[in-house]
């Protein structure tokens, strides 16, 4: 079994940043994708960037680009969400999920394997 620790959420002002940690821990490390959602009160959850474990290639939603940067560090099992420029829209609790093997359908949730408990982010006006 997959554990999956996020921390790094709290509160911060419109325009600052944060950066979200996510370490796994549990059976063999065995991902093909790391990634990040978020949901919001009252709305579904919803993608909002994703990292191959070995390649590095990165994906993110059209929400978020250009202001999020999804990293791993794989020596220590554990993925980055950096999120610069934040808005009050961003305001969600953040979740980290890890899926085995390949999909093209990196950005639906029902396609993950394990999921963090979340860590919520507020961003004030």
């Known amino acids: 079994q997959v554990q999956l620790a996020e921390s790094g959420g709290g509160l911060v002002q419109a325009g600052g940043s944060l950066r979200l940690s996510c370490a796994a821990s549990?059976?063999?490390?065995?991902?093909?994708?790391m990634a990040w959602f978020r949901q919001a009160p009252g709305k579904e959850r919803e993608f909002a960037a994703a990292?191959?474990?070995?390649?590095?290639?990165?994906f993110y939603a059209d929400s978020v680009k250009g202001r999020f940067t999804i990293s791993r560090d794989n020596a220590k099992n554990t993925v980055y969400l950096q999120m610069n420029s934040l808005k009050p829209e961003d305001t969600a609790v953040y979740y980290c999920a890890q899926r085995r093997v390949w999909t093209n359908r990196y950005y639906q949730e029902g396609e993950y394997d394990y999921w963090g408990q979340g860590t919520q982010v507020t961003v004030s006006s």
């Open positions: 990292i191959t474990w070995y390649g590095g290639s990165t």
């Open positions: 549990g059976r063999p490390f065995s991902a093909y994708y």
